[in-house]
């Protein structure tokens, strides 16, 4: 007598579900009973569904999902393997059996095994959904692994296919997608990872003509397949089907084929390319097919998703997309904020408005909360990679991080989102359809709310709108137009003139200003030509002018802003920057009231805006100098990441630099940064820059030469960025040092070819070197449309113009052992090693040191009274060669900087010992103290000196520029006045006169006589 086997162990992962009440109490018993009569054909304990969590499981099914009630019916031996292992196990046995499918079997085959695995995989992913066994992230997960796997296995087979025709010749069939040229690319959902239960999946198809040379036929045949693809995974069978397909966002979907090849696309996208479209870049990735070409792709076209500059009109484009679908796609009712939602009475009312409501589409829904990640991130994701991540939530945090939205805000649309989504699996589960719709009429809704595992109706709402109302005011805050609609000047406004008076501009000046703005109405201006960029100045207009009327000169500033808009190419972007940030528009006439100077930069570059606006970048703190550097450093990886050469990151390496710079200026301007602390940053940056691009160019130059083993290079800053005393308009003072074992005699080459770079050369070890640093000083110095990150002087290095670029370090010591001059030696107290690996570092921070040490029994080893005389000649020699300008030739003058920096120079050589050394002025002077080369109070006084003349040039670069000017214009002298702390402007000479005559003081007691300085106003 047989005997049914024993009823196995329910997995534990079921025993803590929860599940929802049985909504149709006859379709749960209607289940429970053709599950019984299937366990008895199928061998199985019937007794097991007689089990509390089991019935429970069997009665949400029956009672709320007809789609989960029949797929349980017609698998069966899935349901109870379920019981038996748990969702985890399931999943991953259903999706290691479709991967383990041949591409060489036939095409029924390949779709009976892929509907297979999404019925098997529906009834996991559904189960230990509503029971909570899961969380929303598994689940999407695994939904997302379900869809990622079967488009890999169809298309291995269609591309094997196709192989084994003679239709294509693939470079290795065994693994037919490598090399293939042909790839998927998931957008959407899909793209996001955060697919849903019922959603189709939106893909763009791809195709790379490179990888199939001269084949005529190659358009027909990756359309032809596409189509297979389509129909592989949406046709209906006896099986079901596997996913619902949707081309539509490829390029210009309505003129291209189904399949689009990467030039076409790159062109479009680089001519064409919509805001909507860069919103839906965010989210791509390539998911099936050739991945290598796909990201190859991805990178061809990341201009286009992430601009390099900020770009404020993508949230007006944005607002547009969601004001459109609340026209045209009847996404549910509007007045969500009207709806009451706090009184004991409401709950009916709540419910009645979300009767037919769209989840996703609708007001309060999924697309706002993705709105509002997606438009933050287009706007700042150019300059801040670390906001680029493709999920709706992933990409929240990484706002919140950055101060782009508040923790308050993070929760609020977090569980907005979190909810919507759940709401939206439901919603699907129920019949499998496609739908974000609820239910439309009271009693349906109530159903839902069982299922939701809520007590009714009323319930549900109470738990949904008052979320789905605080989300909806985070989207209208953030797309609101800020500022009074009603406020508004138009250059051809009968009143302009009394506008302008009233604004603060004097009689004189009107028919002048009037001109101004009058040309702004037609059509010469190109950031004008559009009717959206028109509105949106005649809407800045009242602000702007309110700005400049309170100037000292507002005729002179109102034309500096003209040059500035002259110079737009984009004028919605630029005006759109604006409306969103008010502020921005009181600093611009700051500047343009300041400096000329700057007001001349601003219009070149106008990049240098961005600096003003990064949420990061907050000035007082120490984290003004890590977010600048953090910056670069993410840019720097990303480029190393995507094998990207230094071409593609210069352009992003300079709007960054020149933001920083311009933001640093305007600190500076308005007195909210000190000179030290700007110069700090300001050298932190360059550091920052030339490890980057020394990272970078050395990846590119293996990649062509191969590598030197044990071998490496250093970059050394000397001069102001050597003292991290940078100021606008600093060069970079460098020298490149590299070494290599005396045994290795040229570079290894790697045996593998980078795509589209040709087979590596090697080279002689010192050749490589010289080579590398070549190039790392051409992209230092690249030229571009804002001009070059850096100018470079190399004129420090051994041997100075005449010598190589890089030298070997044994060539260095040599050199400073037995031919270095005074002066050399002079310039190596501020030498720093910015770039290498530390082992380098080590052995050239030692040769450094010996050679300012003065080793004796060196050919260069001098006297006290001699190496005295060699400073003193040589000041004697740039003063009677190179004398100064004017009292403003603050380097040249007589007791100037330069006297400062000789001073620490010559007495850090007279001390001869690393402990009364530092690159930096002003901390040589405290060490030098220390060592008894000088007193406490001499030391104080060269402090203070430092300071004083390095802040009177560093604002006077940012008031005249790099020319030393004659004489200050009424407004620089103001700001010079403030910066030196003096009442009028011969009250300022007269404090820069007396400080030189200290100055010149130290230096004929502490390295030897020079004239005085007679009370002359000239600075000779």
């Known amino acids: 007598m047989s005997h049914p086997p024993a009823a196995p162990d329910l997995h534990r992962g079921w025993r803590a579900c929860t599940w929802p009440a049985p909504a149709d109490a006859r379709g749960a018993a209607l289940l429970h009973e053709d599950m019984e009569r299937a366990f008895g054909e199928h061998g199985l304990d019937a007794a097991w569904l007689a089990m509390p969590p089991v019935a429970a499981m069997v009665a949400a099914m029956g009672g709320n999902s007809p789609y989960l009630s029949d797929l349980a019916r017609r698998d069966t031996d899935l349901f109870a393997r379920l019981l038996r292992e748990g969702p985890d196990s399931v999943m991953r046995t259903t999706l290691s059996d479709v991967r383990a499918e041949s591409p060489r079997q036939s095409r029924h085959a390949i779709a009976h095994a892929l509907r297979t695995a999404k019925r098997h995989a529906a009834m996991t992913i559904a189960l230990a959904d509503i029971g909570g066994a899961w969380s929303l992230q598994q689940v999407t997960h695994a939904l997302i692994h379900l869809a990622e796997t079967t488009l890999q296995v169809a298309v291995r087979h269609l591309l094997r296919t196709a192989h084994d025709a003679g239709r294509l010749v693939l470079p290795d069939p065994d693994e037919p997608a490598r090399g293939s040229g042909f790839v998927v690319l998931a957008m959407g959902k899909l793209g996001a990872r955060e697919l849903n239960y019922s959603s189709d999946i939106d893909l763009i198809v791809l195709y790379d003509p490179a990888c199939h040379p001269e084949h ?4 027909r045949i990756f359309v ?3 189509s297979d693809l389509v129909g592989l995974m949406e046709a209906r069978d006896a099986d079901g ?21 990467f030039p076409t696309a790159i062109t479009y996208y680089e001519s064409m390319g919509r805001t909507w479209e860069r919103a839906a870049m965010i989210k791509a990735r390539p998911v099936a097919g050739d991945i290598a070409a796909g990201q190859r792709f991805l990178a061809a076209i990341h201009p286009f998703v992430w601009r390099r500059h900020l770009d404020f009109a993508v949230i007006d484009d944005i607002h547009d997309m969601k004001a459109r679908i609340d026209r045209h796609r009847n996404a549910g009712r509007g007045g969500l904020d009207d709806v009451p939602a706090d009184g004991p009475g409401c709950a009916p009312a709540m419910r009645d408005w979300l009767l037919g409501h769209d989840v996703k589409l609708g007001q309060g829904g999924i697309r706002e909360v993705e709105f509002v990640a997606q438009a933050l991130q287009l706007v700042w994701g150019g300059r801040r990679p670390d906001l680029r991540d493709p999920t709706t939530l992933g990409a929240l945090r990484r706002l919140t991080q950055a101060d782009l939205i508040s923790h308050a805000q993070y929760t609020i649309l977090y569980r907005n989102y979190h909810m919507m989504r759940q709401v939206e699996h439901r919603l699907q589960m129920r019949a499998d359809h496609q739908t974000h719709r609820l239910p439309e009429t009271a009693d349906r809704f109530a159903l839902f709310a069982i299922f939701m595992n809520e007590a009714d109706g009323p319930a549900l709402a109470r738990a949904m709108l008052p979320v789905m109302q605080a989300s909806r005011r985070i989207f209208e805050q953030q797309f609101s137009e800020p500022g009074s609609p009603d406020e508004t000047i138009a250059p051809e406004d009968a009143e302009l003139g009394e506008r302008l008076e009233q604004a603060g501009f004097s009689p004189a000046t009107l028919d002048d200003a009037r001109s101004i703005l009058q040309r702004w109405d037609t059509n010469r201006l190109r950031a004008l030509r559009s009717d959206r960029a028109r509105m949106l100045l005649r809407r800045l207009l009242p602000g702007i002018l309110r700005e400049i009327g309170a100037r000292r000169d507002p005729l002179t500033v109102l034309r500096r802003f003209d040059s500035l808009l002259e110079r737009q190419w984009a004028g919605v972007q630029f005006l759109s920057l604006l409306e969103r940030n008010p502020a921005l528009v009181h600093r611009i006439m700051t500047v343009l009231d300041g400096s000329a100077f700057l007001a001349n930069h601003l219009a070149q570059a106008p990049s240098a805006l961005d600096g003003l606006l990064d949420a990061s970048m907050i000035e007082g703190t120490d984290d003004t100098a890590r977010a600048a550097v953090a910056l670069v450093r993410q840019h720097v990886a990303q480029a190393v990441a995507q094998a990207a050469g230094p071409e593609r990151l210069l352009p992003v390496l300079r709007g960054l630099v020149c933001g920083e710079e311009f933001r640093l200026s305007v600190a500076r301007l308005e007195h909210r940064m000190t000179e030290d602390r700007t110069a700090r940053v300001r050298t932190a940056m360059a550091d920052a820059v030339m490890r980057g691009l020394l990272r970078t160019v050395t990846t590119e130059h293996r990649a062509r030469h191969g590598h030197v083993p044990g071998g490496a290079m250093a970059v050394v800053a000397m001069g102001k960025a050597g003292s991290r005393e940078m100021m606008p308009g600093s060069d970079l003072d460098l020298m490149l040092v590299f070494d290599h074992p005396d045994d290795v005699m040229e570079s290894v080459v790697p045996h593998t070819r980078r795509a589209g770079m040709p087979a590596a050369r090697p080279l002689g070890a010192g050749t490589y070197f010289v080579r590398l640093a070549h190039a790392f000083i051409a992209t230092l110095t690249a030229p571009g449309a804002e001009g070059p990150l850096y100018e470079a002087d190399m004129r420090l290095r051994p041997s100075g113009s005449k010598g190589p670029v890089a030298v070997s370090l044994s060539s260095f010591r040599r050199y400073h052992a037995e031919s270095a001059w005074t002066w050399e030696r002079m310039a190596l107290t501020r030498a720093r090693i910015v770039a290498g690996p530390p082992e380098l570092a080590r052995h050239l921070r030692a040769a450094i040191d010996a050679a300012l040490d003065g080793e004796p029994g060196t050919g260069r080893a001098m006297t006290p009274e001699a190496l005295r005389e060699d400073v003193r000649a ?25 006297e400062v920096e000789f001073i620490a120079q010559g007495l850090q050589l007279l001390a001869a010992r690393p402990a009364a050394r530092s690159p930096c002025t002003r901390v040589a002077f405290t060490r030098l103290a220390r060592a008894g080369m000088l007193s406490a109070a001499d030391a104080r006084m060269l402090r203070r000196a430092d300071l004083f003349w390095r802040s009177a040039q560093g604002m006077l670069r940012i008031l005249m520029g790099t020319e030393i000017p004659d004489h200050l214009p009424p407004a620089a002298q103001e700001i010079m006045m403030r910066e030196l702390d003096a009442r009028d402007g011969a009250d300022m000479l007269a404090r820069m006169d007396d400080m030189a005559r200290h100055v010149r003081d130290a230096f004929c007691r502490l390295i030897a006589p020079l004239p005085a300085i007679d009370g002359m106003g000239d600075g000779a």
């Open 874 to 898: 040589m000041r004697a020699r740039l003063m009677r060669d190179l004398p100064p300008q004017g009292p403003w030739d603050i380097k040249r003058r007589a007791g100037g900087l330069m």
């Open 241 to 261: 089907y596997v996913f619902r397909t949707d081309l539509r966002l490829r390029p210009d979907p309505s003129a291209t084929p189904l399949a689009v090849s």
């Open 216 to 219: 005529e036929d190659l358009r």
């Open 224 to 226: 032809r397949m596409t």
